[in-house]
């Protein structure tokens, strides 16, 4: 459980949670937005695995994109109730 | 007639915060908030990194009294006394370096403040009975990750074989040909090994082979 746990955390706080919260911010579309933070997810497992899709773990990237979907889809909301372009 | 705004309801005390910080800003500048934004951003994030580098040092370490055993077995090594005086504190081979996997290792080692105060492990005798599994949650920790916090500092492409001792010299060229990584040779490099220890390497060994 703390496993999950702090995956999650640290994914928040670092790029799937950051950068697909700022990549969220930048449209005004929900499919565009939860891509964006799918792909960034997908990029930070295979940067830290050492560029070796082989070494990635599938838990770890599952929830990767778990994470940047959501702070996409968060960076979207923000957009839209925070801006009016 | 004019609509009588003064009968509508006041909204409540965090409707108007919400709905205030949802407004735009009629007095300060987009430089300003940008301006203030980053600096913000670096105070907050500059004090987050630096509360938790302050509890990845030895000494934060060793104030539970939870790692007095654990401690006294690692000073005896040669991680905290030897010829050239470099160190290997415990966070360098506890604490990963990446920041994602800090962070996640961090959060796991919360449980650790639950059974400091518990006293999970306070005495000589529940550190034994809890040493085998404490023990096993590294190895298995360290075998996933090709000894990953081992490799901060040791790596097989700069070792001169001719330099070490001759069995030293020849396991790291097994471990080399086979693929091995530092944890199935080195178990018991820095704290005391539990009775059993060797079946239950294998067991996680090969518990994960079988998950690949």
């Known amino acids: 459980m703390l496993d999950i746990l702090g995956t999650i955390a640290g994914n928040i706080l670092s790029l799937p949670g950051i950068l697909g919260l700022a990549l969220g911010m930048m449209t ?3 499919l565009v937005a939860a891509i964006l933070g799918g792909v960034v997810g997908v990029a930070e497992t ?3 695995s050492g560029f070796d899709f082989a070494r990635v773990e599938p838990l770890d990237l599952a929830i990767a994109i ?3 979907v959501i702070a996409g889809c968060v960076g979207r ?4 109730r925070g801006a009016t372009v | 007639m004019a609509n009588n705004d003064s009968n509508e309801k006041r909204p409540g005390f965090i409707r108007r915060i919400w709905n205030g910080f949802w407004s735009p800003s009629g007095v300060l500048s987009l430089g ?4 203030a934004g980053f600096l913000g951003g670096v105070m907050a994030w500059g004090g987050f990194h630096w509360a938790l580098e302050e509890t990845n040092t030895e000494e934060f370490c060793i104030s539970c009294h939870s790692m007095t055993k654990n401690w006294d077995e690692y000073t005896d090594t040669i991680h905290y006394n030897n010829h050239s005086g470099v160190r290997a ?6 604490v990963p370096h990446e920041w994602q996997y800090k962070v996640k290792a961090k ?3 919360s449980k650790d403040l639950y059974h400091e105060i518990i006293g999970t492990i306070d005495t000589d005798e529940k550190y034994e009975d809890h040493r085998l599994k404490m023990a096993t949650a590294v190895w298995t920790k360290m075998k996933k990750t090709d000894s990953r916090e081992c490799r901060n500092c040791h790596s097989f492409e700069y070792m001169d074989f001719t330099i070490q001792e001759t069995r030293a010299a020849a396991d790291h060229q097994k471990a080399l040909d086979e693929g091995k990584t530092c944890i199935d040779c080195h ?3 820095a704290h005391g090994l539990p009775t059993g220890y060797l079946e239950r390497y294998e067991t996680v060994a090969e518990g994960l082979e079988a998950a690949k």
């Open chain 2, 89 to 94: 504190t415990c966070p360098d081979c506890h």
């Open chain 2, 107 to 109: 959060i796991m080692a």
């Open chain 2, 32 to 35: 300003f908030l940008l301006i």
């Open chain 2, 187 to 189: 178990q018991g490099i």
């Open chain 1, 28 to 30: 005004r579309n929900l």
């Open chain 1, 77 to 80: 909301a923000i957009r839209v």
């Open chain 1, 66 to 68: 778990g994470v940047g």
């Open chain 1, 46 to 48: 295979y940067i830290f």
